[in-house]
């Protein structure tokens, strides 16, 4: 599978806000979608957004909302998530991903970048 290398992770005070990158590496890369999930100590991985390849087109989790931004720049295999007015409860492991089969299940997973997020 594709390697994929998240980055921009950190501690940021609660209402702050951060960009996470997402390179992935190989001279072609062509997904169907990439996609940011998270998963906080304890719980489960919660789906965030994700954005069509071509197209470009979006879908968040209704949670983010408003507040979390995708997007990408095709010419350099990369993914970003923009968060804004990050809260404690965004504390999480954040992972990119990738779907190669539009099969509605990611094939390919980052490392995973640590977000914490203080009161």
């Known amino acids: 599978q594709v390697q994929l290398v998240e980055s921009g992770g950190g501690l940021v005070q609660a209402g702050g806000s951060l960009r996470l990158s997402c390179a992935a590496s190989?001279?072609?890369?062509?997904?169907?979608?990439m996609g940011w999930v998270r998963q906080a100590p304890g719980k489960e991985r919660e789906f965030l957004a994700a954005?069509?390849?071509?197209?470009?087109?979006?879908y968040y989790a209704d949670s983010v909302k408003g507040r979390f931004t995708i997007s990408r720049d095709n010419a350099k295999n990369t993914v970003y998530l923009e968060m804004y007015s990050l809260k404690p409860e965004d504390t999480a492991v954040y992972y990119c991903a990738a779907d190669f089969a539009a099969s509605a299940e990611y094939d390919s997973w980052g490392q995973g970048t640590q977000v914490t997020v203080s009161s």
């Open positions: 954005i069509s390849w071509s197209g470009g087109s979006t």
């Open positions: 190989g001279r072609t890369f062509r997904p169907y979608a």
